[in-house]
């Protein structure tokens, strides 16, 4: 069965409000007992419908994240379309280590999904942009140290 996967870039199109009430009320409308589609809506897209995992609030993006990885976890049938979504949300919420081991396994599945190989190419961008980033602040850290601590001593052998 072939599923149809959006591009990344559609996750980051602004989610409108009233676009999300439709599902979050059917959500709650079916309670306790909601059904794997409406989860499954309510947490993505279905048919043009925003979900979750496209709103600009952590919070949405976190409860679409848990509703799919239920869904991953309790319908073995729904779990290969799940993984580029599950891959999508974490990339979202910034956990590049969970996004990058669904959207794999998505590539394992499908070696020439093109909207996994671009997500996949995001999430490396984005890894090595932050690992970057990450060794800009340690280096800056101990130079400032360095100069702190050097600032230190010559005020200790002055008073000497």
Do not use: H
């Amino acid at each position: 069965m072939a599923f149809y996967y959006p591009d990344a870039a559609d996750a980051e199109s602004p989610l409108r409000p009233e676009e999300l009430q439709v599902l979050r009320s059917q959500y709650e409308k079916e309670g306790e007992f909601a059904g794997l589609q409406t989860k499954f809506n309510y947490a993505w897209v279905y048919e043009d419908m925003i979900g979750l995992i496209k709103s600009n609030l952590r919070s949405e993006q976190q409860e679409g994240v848990r509703l799919l990885s239920e869904i991953f976890r309790n319908s073995p049938e729904r779990r290969r379309e799940c993984l580029y979504y599950l891959a999508l949300g974490n990339y979202k919420l910034g956990s590049y280590a969970e996004a990058r081991k669904y959207n794999d396994l998505l590539l394992d599945l499908e070696p020439s999904n093109m909207q996994a190989q671009s997500l996949k190419s995001l999430i490396d961008d984005r890894v090595a942009r932050d690992g970057l980033i990450g060794a800009a602040l340690v280096g800056g850290l101990a130079v400032t140290a360095g100069v702190v601590g050097s600032l230190f001593l010559k005020g200790a052998s002055r008073r000497k």
